[in-house]
Every structure is written in structure tokens, then in C-alpha cells.
């Protein structure tokens, strides 16, 4: 029987669809450099679809969401366009929405999908009056190369260590894999305000922002 970290790795490996994928997570799980096990992890979520069943296991552990209705937890991190300090206040001062998106890892299949969604409709979050924002824990360095390389109109926020992601209810620590950025999406209003997360967007990435389109409005004209 499979226990503590070995279950995590059991779990991840059953839910890849190649035998010699999942033979190369269960040799990995005690061998793979903690600098590695991060993007290595970011890799597993973002190409299966499964991932709901690994966030169930015992060894994983979930931070809790943040209230919707009041200020939206504050933080202060590095941005993919040089900025050092990017804090929610940064963010609001212009009087817009924020889409503030977590993701599991930069150059993903999920990832890169999902960013390509908000691309694709960045008119029409403007004429909503609201802006993109990624984050994950991927160094400043990696989030600038997939905004360069995807052509995005927006920036992401790194962080690094997981701490923001662990107070907006997006980290999951896996032993032995360390903290990634849960593909969360939370809603913040021109005050600052939380008014609305989706949680289940792994399921659903191609339509996601369509999806936040729908909810913008709806927010918008209540």
C-alpha cells in the first residue's frame, strides 16, 4: 500500500495516459532535484485532466478560499515587465476589473491555452474596463519568455515560494513536489474588492474566458 508521498506519486502517475510516463514519475519521485519537481509537477497538472483526483489525496494539502464581497487579499510581487513591486493597490488605482488568473506553469498545454483564451478576446475585456493578470510560481525570467514568445498583451506576477497563491486559496503543496498555483481565476472590482472565483476552470480551459466574459457582465450591470 502506497503511503505519504508515495501515494501522491502513485496517484500522478495513474492519471498520465503513457505507461512510460508513469513509470518516469514513480522513478522520479525520489531522485528529481526540488528545482525540477516544481515545473515537473506543473507539467502532470496541466496535461491531465484528472487533476481533481490528485487535490482529493490526503498528501496534498488545499489552502482555503478567500471571502468574496470584502478587499481582496493584498500582496506585492514581481511582474514579467521588469516592475519590481506590483501590489493589488497598483492594480485598482486605474479604476478598472482585474481578471487575476492563477496557473500551474508557463508553456503548459493548459497554460498556454488559457492565455491564448484571454488574448484572444482582450478587446472585449477592455470594453468591459478590465485587465489581465497572471500569476504563478515561476521565476520573473520564465513568465516574461512565455509573454514574449505568445505575444500577450498582458503581464504576469511571480511568486515565487507560493505565498500569495496560498492566501488567495490557489496553492496546493504536494511532499517532495513543493507549492504550485492551483488554475484558479478570482474577480476584483475597482475598490479592490473579491467579488467572484472560479475554481473549476481545469475542466474547461478553451472556454474559460468566455466564461469570465459572462461573469464581468453580469457583475458589471447588477
Not at 502513485?10 to 525520489?30: D, G, H, I, N, R
Not at 481582496?72 to 521588469?82: D, E, K, M, N, V
Not at 497554460?111 to 485587465?131: H, I, P, V, W
Amino acid at each position: 500500500m502506497f503511503t505519504g508521498n508515495r501515494l501522491v506519486v502513485a496517484l500522478l502517475a495513474a492519471l498520465l495516459t503513457s505507461p512510460c510516463e508513469a513509470f518516469s514519475v514513480m522513478k522520479m519521485s525520489s531522485s528529481v532535484p526540488e528545482a525540477s519537481r516544481r515545473t515537473f509537477l506543473s507539467r502532470v497538472v496541466t496535461t491531465t485532466a484528472g487533476v481533481g483526483i490528485v487535490a482529493a489525496g490526503p498528501s496534498i494539502a488545499a489552502a482555503a478560499l478567500p471571502t468574496t464581497g470584502i478587499k481582496a487579499p493584498s500582496f506585492q510581487l514581481p511582474s514579467s515587465r521588469g516592475e519590481i513591486n506590483t501590489t493589488l493597490d497598483d492594480l485598482t488605482a486605474g479604476g478598472k476589473w482585474t481578471v487575476l488568473y492563477f496557473y500551474p506553469g508557463a508553456f503548459t498545454s493548459g497554460c498556454t491555452l488559457e492565455a491564448r483564451g484571454f488574448q484572444r478576446d482582450m478587446d472585449q475585456y477592455r470594453k468591459l474596463n478590465s485587465q489581465i493578470v497572471g500569476v504563478s510560481v515561476d521565476p520573473v525570467e520564465k513568465n516574461a519568455q512565455f509573454c514574449n514568445s505568445e505575444g500577450l498583451d498582458f503581464f504576469m506576477l511571480s511568486d515565487e515560494g507560493g505565498k500569495v497563491s496560498k492566501n488567495y486559496g490557489s496553492a496546493l503543496s504536494v511532499p517532495g513536489f513543493g507549492t504550485f498555483s492551483n488554475r484558479q481565476t478570482y474577480l476584483i472590482d475597482p475598490t479592490g474588492n473579491l467579488r467572484w472565483v472560479f475554481t473549476d476552470v481545469e475542466s474547461h480551459v478553451a472556454r474559460h474566458s468566455a466564461e469570465v466574459l459572462e461573469k464581468l457582465t453580469e457583475l458589471q450591470t447588477a
